[in-house]
T-cell receptor, first 111, second 115 residues
Framework: QKEVEQNSGPLSVPEGAIASLNCTYS??????FFWYRQYSGKSPELIMF????GDKEDGRFTAQLNKASQYVSLLIRDSQPSDSATYLC???????????FGAGTILRVKS | KAGVTQTPRYLIKTRGQQVTLSCSPI?????VSWYQQTPGQGLQFLFE???????NKGNFPGRFSGRQFSNSRSEMNVSTLELGDSALYLC??????????????FGEGSRLTVL
C-alpha cells in the first residue's frame, strides 16, 4: 500500500526562523509531489508542487525533492505567525488525480 | 474567477439515512475528485471523475458513489449512513486527468455529522 509519512509535530519555530517540513513516500513510481496548507476548519490550499529532483522556490517557500531517497521537504523562510497551520504532503500516482496524503505536520510559529 | 463550490456546507443525518453532496468545479475544469477527511484517517481519496466517467476509485465500500454531469458538476452519494461516515467531504477540481503534474483546487467542503 502506498504510504506518505510525515512527522505529526507540532513543530514550533520562532517568528523569522526557517521552518523545515519533511515527508517520505513509499512508491518509487510517484511522479508529482504537492504541499498543501490547511488552517483549522478550512480546506487544503495548494502551496507548491514539484516533480523534478532538486529545489523549487516560490517566495518564502522552497520545495526540495530527492527521488533516490524518496523524500520531499518544504522550507519556509522568515516564518510568520500566519504560517501556523497543518502542512500536508501529497503524492500522486502516475495517471489520474488520485493523491495520497500524509497525515500532516502541525506548524506553530511563535511571535 | 470563482473557486470550487460545495453544497451543503453543513448537514446532520441519522444512521441509515442517505446523503447527496454537490460540487461545482472551477470554470473550465473537467476533472473532479472527492476526498474524505477525518481526524483518525486524514485525507483519503474517494473517486475521480472526468468527462462524466469515473477514472479512479479509492478503497471505500459501495455505499459511496458519485457521478459527474455534462457541465462537469459532480455529486456524491452515501447510502445507509454509519456513524463512521461523519467527516469533512472535500471536492477538488483540476483542468485535466491525464499524465503529468496536475494541480488540485479544493472546495470548502461539506461537513457531515451522522447521529
Amino acid at each position: 500500500q502506498k504510504e506518505v509519512e510525515q512527522n505529526s509535530g507540532p513543530l514550533s519555530v520562532p517568528e523569522g526562523a526557517i521552518a523545515s517540513l519533511n515527508c517520505t513516500y513509499s512508491d518509487r513510481g510517484s511522479q508529482s509531489f504537492f504541499w498543501y496548507r490547511q488552517y483549522s476548519g478550512k480546506s487544503p490550499e495548494l502551496i507548491m508542487f514539484i516533480y523534478s529532483n532538486g529545489d523549487k522556490e516560490d517566495g518564502r517557500f522552497t520545495a526540495q525533492l530527492n527521488k533516490a531517497s524518496q523524500y520531499v521537504s518544504l522550507l519556509i523562510r522568515d516564518s510568520q505567525p500566519s504560517d501556523s497551520a497543518t502542512y500536508l504532503c501529497a503524492v500522486n500516482e502516475e495517471y489520474g488525480n488520485k493523491l495520497v496524503f500524509g497525515a500532516g505536520t502541525i506548524l506553530r510559529v511563535k511571535s | 474567477k470563482a473557486g470550487v463550490t460545495q453544497t451543503p456546507r453543513y448537514l446532520i443525518k441519522t444512521r441509515g439515512q442517505q446523503v447527496t453532496l454537490s460540487c461545482s468545479p472551477i470554470s473550465g475544469h473537467r476533472s473532479v475528485s472527492w476526498y474524505q477527511q477525518t481526524p483518525g484517517q486524514g485525507l483519503q481519496f474517494l473517486f475521480e471523475y472526468f468527462s462524466e466517467t469515473q477514472r479512479n476509485k479509492g478503497n471505500f465500500p459501495g455505499r459511496f458513489s458519485g457521478r459527474q454531469f455534462s457541465n462537469s458538476r459532480s455529486e456524491m452519494n452515501v447510502s445507509t449512513l454509519e456513524l463512521g461516515d461523519s467527516a469533512l467531504y472535500l471536492c477538488a477540481s483540476s483542468l485535466s486527468a491525464g499524465q503529468g503534474t496536475r494541480e488540485l483546487f479544493f472546495g470548502e467542503g461539506s461537513r457531515l455529522t451522522v447521529l
